[in-house]
């Protein structure tokens, strides 16, 4: 049974940052890409990032392109996720997940429609 713990979410106003973790159990981790997605309320999810299995290369969707950062510790089972300058709208409960991928390395398409949720998220909100 896969276990999930999402970490590093919180208030924060305009412009600032946070780290979000996330820690995978049950899971060969190392055997997946792997990413995050958010979901505000009403709201359809959003994919944010995709990593490739050993770190090495990492895609970003645009509304999150050179403010986000993804990495993970495949040692540890964690995943990370760095924002900066955060936005109002990027206010909602981030997840992290295995995304569908085209290839192993993110460089093609990737997506988290039917990514399973294990986690109950990390909720961040920004303030204006």
């Known amino acids: 049974q896969v276990q999930v713990v999402e970490t590093g979410g919180g208030s924060v106003q305009a412009g600032g940052s946070l780290t979000l973790s996330c820690t995978i159990s049950g899971l060969t981790f190392d055997d997946y890409a792997m990413g995050w997605f958010r979901q505000a309320p009403g709201m359809e999810r959003e994919g944010l990032s995709c990593i490739s299995i050993d770190g090495g290369s990492a895609s970003y969707a645009d509304s999150v392109k050179g403010r986000f950062t993804i990495s993970r510790d495949n040692a540890k089972n964690t995943l990370y996720l760095q924002v900066n300058n955060l936005k109002p709208e990027d206010t909602a409960m981030y997840y992290c997940?295995?995304?569908?991928?085209?290839?192993?390395?993110?460089?093609?398409?990737?997506?988290?429609?039917?990514?399973?949720?294990w986690g109950q998220g990390t909720q961040v909100t920004v303030s204006s």
């Open positions: 997940a295995v995304p569908r991928v085209t290839d192993d390395y993110c460089s093609g398409s990737w997506d988290f429609a039917h990514a399973v949720q």
